[in-house]
């Protein structure tokens, strides 16, 4: 398998302003200028177009359905498989010569790894999004003055899932600060119930929640400057300040009845189900990003009168930094240039896409003209509210960082010091270590 190599200047500086851009964007239902099925290339129909991500179970549901009037327009057939392993098996597909026509990143650091191989977008796909994306997002997918991937999910990571009737028979309050959060926790120690449902398994992908953990703490105890820093490997992996906050998250985890199932034990409960025992009364909170709604059983009240809602991840009282907010994405990069390729891709940039997948659920469109009012809950609504008020707001760091890192040692990292393997020290010396030069 060939090395891949990344150059990442100026893609953080682009990440800073992005999602500051694309919360405005959430709450605007003005209509762009494209909101068809695709479909400058000809006659496509009975073609098929193989698309590959890391979406799952309701998620990967969602993006099929939303392709449905397009399967239904042009007679292309979607043909969409979704892994948890995505980033490692995407890999082993482009270089083994057998690439999926679409392939779904969650890191935009990663198009750059693979740009050598994929496809610049003409001119049809990137008009469109001009339309419909500001501009920070598409540079975010430019490598070289040409662009690669189409945005098509956001997500909103800062949040913690709860059961307002638990909360209410408790005479619980949703914390408005994170002394508070961390006091709340206390009391419900205290009071035999444990705070929080955590599960980092996510088959080869297995450690990626407790990064989520690190970076938003990373946000609160020092600040979006440090963030930035330690995106940009300005100051080690392993630097004072970067231990403190990934000791911080272990030992909050660590703590007795803080975590379900104890610490040691997170690697082998699957990320899909870790929020799951919230609705048993097995724990309290789950802090995980909005997409988890995909995770709950049909049929469950999402909301303020539901059987779960989420809140904000408060920050510290003592801290002036901000609403600091983390937040990620999803980029649609082409491997194909056929036809019926480019009127996916079309599709994809277009309005009708996000309008299409909006009421599936577990979804945030980064379309700045998605019609708000096709989200079917009042909580993604909300959800969008947050993002419009991030500020400042920060993509997710290890999908900015080198694929080697960001989705290999610092995974590996995650799960050697839940497991109790290696300290947090050795485990950011090794994942230092293995940052490229």
């Not at 724990?283 to 539901?306: K, L």
């Amino acid at each position: 398998m060939k090395a891949r190599t990344s150059s990442r200047a100026g893609l953080l500086a682009v990440a800073v302003l992005v999602f500051a851009l694309l919360g405005a964007g959430c709450a605007d239902d003005d209509d762009g200028d494209d909101t068809s099925t695709g479909g400058n290339g000809g006659d496509t129909s009975g073609q098929s177009v193989t698309m590959f991500g890391p979406e799952v179970e309701g998620e990967a549901q969602g993006l099929v359905d939303a392709f449905a009037a397009f399967e239904e327009d042009t007679g292309i057939t979607i043909d969409y498989t979704g892994d948890r392993s995505f980033e490692q098996l995407i890999g082993t597909r482009v270089d083994g010569g057998d690439p999926p026509d679409i392939a779904f990143f969650p890191q935009p650091g990663k198009i750059r790894d693979f740009a050598p191989d994929a496809v610049a977008l003409p001119e049809s796909v990137v008009s469109i999004m001009e339309d419909n994306f500001d501009q920070g997002m598409i540079d975010l997918a430019t490598v070289d003055g040409e662009v690669y991937g189409v945005p098509v999910k956001a997500d909103l990571k800062s949040l913690v899932w709860y059961s307002p009737d638990d909360f209410e028979e408790n005479g619980y309050e949703v914390p408005e600060t994170m002394e508070d959060l961390l006091a709340l926790a206390d009391t419900m120690i205290a009071a035999g119930q444990t705070p929080f449902c955590v599960g980092i398994g996510s088959d080869a992908a297995t450690g990626w929640p407790f990064t989520d953990w690190v970076e938003d703490f990373m946000l609160r105890l020092k600040g979006p400057e440090v963030y930035d820093q330690w995106v940009n490997h300005e100051i080690p992996f392993n630097d004072p300040q970067v231990v403190e906050v990934v000791q911080y998250v272990y030992d909050l985890w660590a703590k007795e009845g803080m975590v379900r199932g104890n610490v040691q034990n997170v690697a082998d409960i699957p990320f899909a189900d870790a929020g799951l025992p919230l609705l048993e009364d097995e724990c309290m909170m789950h802090r995980q990003g909005n997409f988890y709604a995909a995770n709950w059983p049909d049929g469950t009240e999402i909301g303020a009168e539901g059987e779960v809602n989420a809140f904000y991840l408060p920050t510290f009282a003592d801290q002036d930094f901000g609403q600091v907010t983390l937040t990620g994405g999803i980029y649609a990069v082409a491997f194909s240039d056929d036809p019926e390729v480019i009127q996916a891709l079309e599709f994809l940039a277009g309005t009708q896409f996000a309008d299409d997948r909006a009421p599936t659920g577990g979804f945030l469109s980064p379309n700045k003209n998605t019609d708000v009012s096709k989200y079917p809950t009042e909580i993604e609504q909300t959800f969008a509210e947050i993002l419009a008020e991030a500020d400042p707001a920060r993509f997710d760091a290890s999908d900015l960082m080198p694929g080697e890192v960001g989705a290999g040692t610092f995974w590996t990292a995650a799960v050697d010091i839940t497991s109790g393997n290696k300290s947090v020290q050795e485990a950011l010396d090794d994942v230092e270590a293995s940052w490229p030069e």
